[in-house]
T-cell receptor, first 118, second 111 residues
């Protein structure tokens, strides 16, 4: 069974600090996808990134970066020079390509509430 | 291109009432999903559909029903609402093996 653990329930930082959100996953599949979604106070879910299990290259997008390490089953998310607008709940999610390829459901972690204070 | 739309945004139900949460997508995605999000928790899958006429149960299907008569629409039916169904409901859609895009959510309160 697939599982996603976000051990950090809440993180509070001061603006311009760097912050890393941890994500550890469990899966028996060799083909899977990892995601990060942002849920701002307004409540919608915003897609940030998708990685497949065969691509371990780190990804950088502006102030956001992601570190995927299969050896530790982790897919951590770093925000550099955080801003107040980064305040949100961040979810890590896993999708397996198993079940004969007929499912692709997402398993979510419980989320990390990030508060960036001015 | 509206993406995934959901109606209503908010609803209060009395115990035992029924209602349908509407979900429509205009991206021609073949996969659609319903999730619920309880406070402090991640999202849990209720039902999903891989195409018109095909639906299947997710992790928490009890108390819900779905249908998929068209590619665009995937309504979620609550029969005999219970307080345990108080939650925020999200609909999502995707292509096969691709990113799921979510609607804005429906906040449901059962009293």
């Amino acid at each position: 069974a697939q599982k996603v653990t976000q051990a950090q329930t809440e993180i509070s930082v001061v603006e311009k600090e760097d912050v890393t959100l941890d994500c550890v996953y469990e899966t028996r599949d060799t083909t899977y996808y990892l995601f990060w979604y942002k849920q701002p106070p307004s409540g919608e879910l915003v897609f940030l990134i998708r990685r497949n299990s065969f691509d371990e290259q780190n990804e950088i997008s502006g102030r956001y970066s992601w570190n995927f390490q299969k050896s530790t089953s982790s897919f951590n998310f770093t925000i550099t020079a955080s801003q107040v607008v980064d305040s949100a709940v961040y979810f890590c999610a896993l999708s397996e390509a198993g079940s004969g390829g007929s499912n692709y459901k997402l398993t979510f972690g419980k989320g990390t509430l990030l508060t960036v204070n001015p | 291109n509206a993406g995934v739309t959901q109606t209503p945004k908010f609803r209060i139900l009395k115990i035992g009432q029924s209602m349908t949460l509407q979900c429509t997508q205009d991206m021609n995605h073949n996969y659609m999903y319903w999730y619920r999000q309880d406070p402090g928790m991640g999202l849990k899958l209720i039902y999903y559909s891989v195409g018109a006429g095909i639906t299947d149960k997710g992790e928490v299907p009890n108390g819900y029903n779905v249908s998929r008569s068209t590619t665009e629409d995937f309504p979620l039916r609550l029969e005999l609402a219970a307080p345990s169904q108080t939650s925020v409901y999200f609909c999502a859609s995707s292509y096969v093996m691709s990113t799921q895009y979510f609607g804005p959510g429906t906040r449901l309160l059962v009293l």
